[in-house]
Each structure stands twice: as C-alpha cells, then as structure tokens.
C-alpha cells in the first residue's frame, strides 16, 4: 500500500470504531445527489434524534464501515446481508448522535493539546502538507469540515473513554474474587490423550454391510494392538482408518471426561500405551488408544488469569455499552423513517 493510500485508510478508520460519530451532510454537498447502489438522494432523512436530522448519506457511510466490500459488489450490500447492515447502520448513527448530544449536554470539550497533538501524529502519515489537504477535501468536503469532525469524535470517544472502558475495567482483586467464588468453575475435568482408528458403516447399511465392516477391522486390530508408540499407531491410522482424524494420525488430542460416549468411558480407566479390543458403535467399529492421562485437578489463578481477564472484560463491557445505550435512548425522542 503506498503512504497516501495509508493515510487515506487512516482518515477513514478515525471515524470506524465503536463511539466516534459522524456530522450532517456538509453544505456544499448537491441536494440531489444520489447514493450509489440506493437510489436514494444523500439527503433523505432516515431519523430524526431529539430533532436532529440524520441523513441517508451518513447512514450509507456507517453501512460501509460495516461492510467494506461495497466496489467489490457494484456499490451495493448483498440483499441477504441488507436488513442486518442497515440495522447495524442504524444503531451506530443514532448511538453516536445521542452520544454527541450527551457531550453538548455535559459541557464537555476536547483538550486543544490533545487535538492538536493527534492532528500532528496524523499529518505525519502524508508526504506532505498539501497532500494533506486535498485528501481530506476530496473525502471530507474541506479541511475545516474533516477537523470538525475529527474534534468530534475525539470528543464522543471521551464520553466512550468515561462510561463505558472505565467503568467496565477489571481490577486483579476483582479476578481473584471471581476465581475464589466460582473455584469449581475451574476444575480441570479428568482427560486422556486419544487416538482412534474407526471402520465406518455405510449409510443405512444392511446386516451384511455391517458384517463386511466388522471383518475388515478385525483383520487390522492385531496391526493396531502390535503397535509399539504414538507413530506407528498413526501411521496405520492414517492408511486405514475412516474417520475424520485419520489425516490427524488418529489424534483427537486431549479427551475429557463427559465429552464422550458411554461406551468409549472405558478409556479413563486405561494406562498410557494401551489399546482397546473392538469397541462397536452406531457408526461403526473402532479401536482406541490412550497415549497419555491427566486426573481431574483444581486449576491454579495464575493458569486462568488471562483468559479470566479477558471473558470478565468482555462481559462487563456489554453489559455496561447496554446500560449506558438504554439509559440515552430512555430520555431521548429517536424516530426512525
């Protein structure tokens, strides 16, 4: 990608993450412009928020942040994928308009050292400063219009920053209160380290089938039960089995308990390097190996730390965009065209 194609990306992902806004349609925009693919002027109000119009060109605009791929379908969104990307469309215009007037509300205003520091680090991305500003013309309508915009959703990313990231952060102390009130959440389940090498019956199969089925694993279970190690188990796997782990060498990695079949239980009671005779199933017959055993254990909080950290995070963080979505549109007049 050259550096004025970069910049232009990095113009456009300014205004695509969750909490940035959009602003109306500028004034030197033609009244009867149409939006490719729509057939609709740039102009039409598809909402109104506590009086606000909101227009066709700035929902087009979220649609294609949501679905990037618009060129490669002729300026259009699939009709399948249409009722879900407007809708998605939709909600973020209306979210990030309630946020703004939220903003205006609270008397909130950008720092002019960090709007100015961004807009420096931005500058940066173009070769020069006249580059500059015939991209953001091109794309925003003039310099002044892109900076008003670029003030603004630093400014909707700051109401984000305050409602939602901070109030939805998760403290090490909130970690280990979880893990010390949910401990039997992580009990580590008694597992074995499997291969398989399976004979599968055909569909509907007859009685003879199955017979045929049952004489051609019994003729490759000495092979099987002959095998000295993980390898020479696997190979056979991969030249006789029919299952769909044979590519794999018949290894299903680690099994656990309760994931399998009644008939397969006997695996937890075997020793790694054992084999099993014919185990038959309503799919078929199938040899099973146990390489390796693992007893069921209490995770430490250092094992589950991370991904606790991260699951938390994301639970709260929806929980708390719900709130403080319904709490805007609670006292807001939203009426959607």
Avoid at 243 to 256: A, I, L, Q, R, T
Wanted: charged residues 30%; aromatic residues 8%; contains cysteine.
């Amino acid at each position: 990608m050259s550096r004025s194609r970069l910049a232009m990306a990095v113009l456009v992902a300014l205004f695509s993450c969750v909490g940035l806004a959009q602003v109306p349609v500028p004034s030197h925009a033609p009244t009867k412009s149409v939006i490719p693919g729509d057939g609709k002027p740039a102009t039409a109000v598809v909402a109104r928020v506590n009086g606000v119009e909101l227009t066709q060109a700035q929902l087009r605009e979220q649609e294609e942040t949501i679905f990037p791929y618009f060129k490669m379908h002729g300026g259009a969104i699939p009709p399948g994928a249409e009722p879900e990307i407007r809708r998605r469309a939709m909600d973020k215009l209306i979210l990030d308009e309630l946020m703004y007037q939220e903003c205006k509300r609270r008397n909130m205003q950008v720092p002019e050292a960090k709007f100015q520091q961004d807009l420096r680090g931005l500058k940066k991305e173009f070769s020069s400063p006249q580059e500059y500003k015939d991209a953001v013309s091109k794309k925003y309508g003039s310099v002044a219009n892109f900076e008003r915009r670029m003030r603004r959703s630093m400014l909707i990313r700051q109401l984000w920053d305050t409602e939602v990231k901070n109030k939805s952060t998760v403290t090490d102390a909130d970690l280990r209160n979880y893990y010390v009130t949910n401990k039997k959440r992580f009990l580590r389940p008694e597992a074995v380290s499997l291969q398989t090498i399976s004979f599968m019956f055909p569909d509907n199969a007859t009685a003879e089938q199955k017979q045929q089925t049952r004489k051609k694993a019994e003729e490759n279970l000495p092979k099987a039960r002959a095998a000295k190690n993980y390898e020479e188990f696997g190979v056979l796997a991969e030249k006789v089995s029919e299952d769909p782990w044979h590519v794999m060498m018949g290894d299903h990695k680690w099994v656990h308990r309760g994931e399998v079949d009644p008939q397969f239980e006997r695996i937890f009671s075997m020793k790694p390097g054992e084999t099993t005779e014919l185990i038959e199933s309503k799919e078929g017959f199938h040899i099973l190996r146990v390489n390796d055993h693992q007893p069921q254990r209490q995770m430490a909080f250092d094992e589950v730390k991370d991904k606790l950290r991260k699951d938390l995070g994301a639970k709260r963080r929806a929980e708390r965009i719900e709130q403080f979505e319904s709490a805007l549109r609670k006292k807001a007049n939203v009426v959607e065209m």
